[in-house]
């Protein structure tokens, strides 16, 4: 942390802000952002790439809208993402800009005012922290940064004590119960024919390699590469990769079991490390992660797959 939670509390009251979210930012980083846009005040969120099927709904219920316009005035605030890899486009000045993110850093972080704590569960958590902990919160706030921890723990299976300490003050904060945040998750259930199409093909198309007890598997897919992943574990993958192609451009998505990564995978880890051999974009958590660039996604898969393979036929 190069900054304190003081100085970045300071900057974050006092100036106009541009908050930006990752490429299809998932409910962490639209949460993060939403919350420290309700609670701050003055400030625009901007998602160059888009926000996630869930992310909107979560929006759409917090009635924030987004921008994609880069050219939007004001102090960069940039959430769940450290540098352009991580954030999935390029353009933002992050010599002015402040950072919060969990990810894990391994080459740098690009702004010199950052809050990064890579044993967050999520950034949800950090900006908690960033808001004071307040005694009392907005229930919209609290449904922001409810849904960024629920959705990057798993709802809370791959949170530890801290993250249900966490869970806990902003629930009492906000006077929201768990119950009061189903309905942005229950969308997802509700699923739209594509979705539903996309994890049925995925399943066809699936191959998967053995190590021992482990099982890697893979697909190829068109769309809804990250809920094929979800399919995949849940029908017996200990690590799931799936990619999809569009001309010469290719999309890799992963997730890991938590038996996986305490066997010592790391999807975001493997992921910047052949996005730097392909000259790509990739990271982020060590159970949930995503690679794009130019090239073949079966071979990028394959070499994702074999990266895998290799840690587990250590552990």
């Known amino acids: 942390m190069s900054a304190t939670i003081e100085q970045i509390r300071n900057k974050l009251e006092t100036e106009v802000k541009v908050i930006f979210l990752h490429s299809n930012a998932d409910l962490d980083s639209v949460g993060s952002a939403a919350a420290l846009k309700l609670f701050f005040g003055k400030a625009e969120l901007c998602a160059q790439e888009g926000v ?29 993402a450290h540098d352009d890899s991580s954030l999935g486009y390029g353009g933002v000045d992050w010599n002015r800009g402040i950072v919060i993110d969990h990810h894990s850093v391994t080459g740098g972080c690009a702004s010199s005012d950052y809050y990064i704590d890579e044993n967050a569960t999520s950034t949800s958590e950090l900006v908690w922290e960033i808001l004071g902990r307040p005694e009392k919160v907005d229930e919209k706030i609290g449904m922001a940064l409810l849904a960024g921890i629920l959705a990057d723990t798993g709802h809370l299976r791959r949170g530890n004590h801290i993250t249900l300490g966490n869970a806990s003050e902003i629930l009492r904060a906000s006077g929201l119960s768990m119950e009061s945040l189903a309905p ?32 890697v598997a893979k697909s190829e897919v068109g769309a809804f590469e990250g809920a ?4 995949l574990l849940n029908i017996g993958a200990d690590v799931a990769i799936v990619g999809s192609q569009n001309e010469e451009v290719f999309r890799v998505t992963g997730r890991a079991t938590r038996k996986a990564v305490d066997a010592g995978i790391h999807l975001g880890n493997i992921m910047n490390k052949v996005s730097q051999e392909i000259e790509g974009e990739g990271g982020g958590h060590d159970g949930a992660a995503g690679l794009s ?20 036929k250590k552990a």
């Open 184 to 215: 942005i998750f229950d969308s997802a259930d509700s699923q739209d024919m594509s979705r539903r199409i996309s994890r049925l093909k995925g399943a066809q198309r699936l191959k998967f390699d053995r190590v021992g007890e482990w099982l």
């Open 228 to 231: 094929v992943c979800h399919a």
């Open 293 to 312: 660039g130019k090239g073949d996604v079966e071979a990028m898969l394959n070499i994702c797959a074999r990266n895998c393979l290799d840690i587990l």
């Open 52 to 80: 996630s099927h869930l992310g909107k709904k979560l929006l759409a219920d917090l009635e924030i809208e987004f921008s994609e316009d880069l050219n939007c005035q004001g102090l960069p605030v940039i959430v769940d």
